[in-house]
């Protein structure tokens, strides 16, 4: 490698200075160690000191940096080439370990939207099948860089599709306008869209973007009595009372069930969202995402929701 060896020392050091590689690859896709430390979600201080490292064991200063830039050295850019092979070759390494135990294991993190009720069956019974694995779920409405931030999938809503990621299509759900018998009781029941314009209607804004969540059927600006960024919020101000809410059929099942909510406007009301399952495609898949897959390509196919 030019001069350059990689350490083979004992097990532990190499492992290190295969973390160490894959810190000084960061630096090198982002341009700076504050870029590299916020993808890594470490301190810029942190990652300074693993290059340093780095280098300190390959002998070479592979990174020219001043307070205003920072370029690979020559010898920098042959371990980036070389460096990224070797991490493929640590993964495919640790990805055919893992698949050589019979029961998958592990951790499976997941990245879903913060919605009640997404797939939360399909992932007890997932969980059921395979004790072994466990689940790590983190709920945004942010479209997380799956690849970049580690997570083995995500769910998303309304996905389209992207080169870098393969995609299964879920059962969706539906959004629905409800009130509770309380307040159509006290204000009346909307007969049509127009309507609505007269009621206290309860929004969501999405924090992210900002903007007020669109309501099916309605074109015209509508009156906004409350305002929030929580589905379970929204749900509990609707079942008190406060006024109209859209919300997913997924996440108020047993309140329509017991009459605390109604759906409202017939059968103009429910707009079908429809969700994906994205994975990269680019890497080879841990036993516990094969197995994943598979369970929900069952599920998808007989049926579920």
């Not at 017991?258 to 036993?287: C, F, H, I, T, Y």
Request: aromatic share 4%; proline share 5%.
């Amino acid at each position: 490698m030019n001069g350059v060896h990689l350490p083979i020392g004992k097990g532990e050091r190499v492992l290190a200075s295969l973390s160490e590689l894959a810190v000084f690859i960061a630096v090198a896709e982002q341009g700076s160690f504050v870029g590299a430390g916020r993808a890594l979600g470490v301190s810029a201080s942190a990652v300074g000191k693993r290059i340093s490292r780095l280098e300190a064991d390959l002998g070479v200063r592979l990174l020219q940096r001043n307070t205003r830039s920072l370029a690979l050295t020559a010898e920098g850019e042959t371990v980036l080439s070389r460096g990224r092979s070797l991490l493929d070759e640590a993964e495919s390494l640790r990805v055919a370990l893992e698949r050589s135990s019979r029961q998958p294991g592990g951790v499976l993190r997941l990245s879903l939207p913060p919605i009640g009720g997404v797939l939360m069956a399909e992932l007890a019974a997932f969980r059921q099948r395979y004790p072994e694995v466990a689940l790590e779920l983190d709920y945004s409405e942010r479209n997380v860089d799956i690849i970049e931030e580690g997570f083995d999938a995500a769910i998303r809503v309304g996905a389209g599709d992207d080169g870098k990621l393969r995609s299964l299509a879920l059962p969706g759900f539906r959004r629905l306008i409800v009130a509770a018998p309380d307040y159509l009781a006290r204000h009346g029941q909307p007969r049509s869209a127009a309507q609505l314009v007269e009621h206290q209607l309860i929004h969501y804004r999405s924090p992210n973007s900002g903007k007020l969540e669109a309501w099916p059927l309605v074109n015209a600006e509508l009156p906004r009595a409350l305002v929030c960024n929580s589905v379970h919020a929204r749900l509990d101000f609707a079942l008190q009372g406060q006024g109209i809410a859209c919300l997913p059929d997924i996440s108020i099942r047993r309140e329509l069930e017991d009459g605390s909510l109604r759906p409202l406007l017939g059968s103009e009301n429910g707009e079908k969202v429809a969700l994906r399952l994205l994975w990269p495609s680019s890497r080879g898949l841990s036993a516990r995402m094969e197995a994943f897959l598979d369970f929900m390509h069952g599920q998808v196919s007989g049926g579920c929701g």
